[in-house]
């Protein structure tokens, strides 16, 4: 079945290192993710998006990674900050139709350490 | 410009009730998504409306129905609560003209059944 889910569930770093987030999918016809970042309170907010015809995509210190052959995902951020602590999620969006919707994983918690 | 808004933020309901929640998209979208998320999990599809029709639904039972008006915002009623509908309902709003865009969500009603 469709499912897209996370190695770690939580993550814990150092205030200015760089963290690692990872995700592994499973349904080989995605050709569209996305990572989101969630707030305690509030919903998911975009943070960078990559297509399958893409092996990695770079944001504002965010870099997004796509291994098709493993079907993994990851998400780098660099200078983590005490802002960053957050739970991410990767989605994946699957087709139906004319409308589309997205595949969640689980989620990782990132903690920064101050 | 606002973004996606949902009420109410918070809700208590009891076993049986029935309960609607309300969602207004981002200024220009015009296809509404509903997602459950229950604690530490990621968001779950719940459907996909545009041009006031339920466009695809995800494995959620009858109980769980909505509405799309000419505005474009959205209602999600669910029916015969249970303990387990318990959970933060996201709505998130896109736009059908542009293929694989961003999907914006609103900050979620936490629902509790008692």
């Known amino acids: 079945g469709e499912s897209v889910g996370l190695h770690l569930p939580t993550l814990s770093v150092q205030e200015g290192d760089n963290s690692i987030i990872n995700c592994a999918y499973s349904n080989s016809a995605s050709d569209y993710f996305i990572w989101y970042k969630q707030e305690s309170g509030k919903g998911p907010q975009f943070i960078i998006d990559i297509r399958s015809n893409m092996d990695k995509r770079q944001g504002q210190r965010v870099t997004v990674l796509l291994n098709k052959t493993v079907k993994h995902l990851s998400l780098q951020i660099a200078a983590t900050q005490p802002g960053d602590s957050a739970v991410y999620f990767c989605?994946?969006?699957?087709?139906?139709?004319?409308?589309?919707?997205?595949?969640f994983g689980t989620g990782t918690l990132l903690a920064v350490q101050p | 410009d606002a973004g996606v808004t949902q009420s109410p933020t918070h809700l208590i309901k009891t076993r049986g009730q029935q309960v609607t929640l309300r969602c207004s998209p981002k200024?220009?979208?015009?296809?509404v998504s509903w997602y459950q998320q229950a604690l530490g999990q990621g968001p779950q599809f719940i459907f996909q409306?545009?041009?006031?029709?339920?466009?695809q639904r995800g494995n959620f039972p009858d109980r769980f129905s909505g509405h799309q008006f000419p505005n474009y915002s959205s209602e999600l009623n669910v029916n015969a609560l249970l303990l387990g509908d318990s959970a933060l309902y996201l709505c998130a709003s896109s736009s059908r003209i542009r293929e694989n865009t961003e999907a914006f969500f609103g900050q979620g009603t936490r629902l509790t059944v008692v």
């Open positions: 200024s220009g979208h015009d296809t």
């Open positions: 989605a994946e969006i699957v087709y139906g139709g004319a409308t589309n919707k997205l595949i």
């Open positions: 409306y545009y041009e006031e029709e339920e466009r």
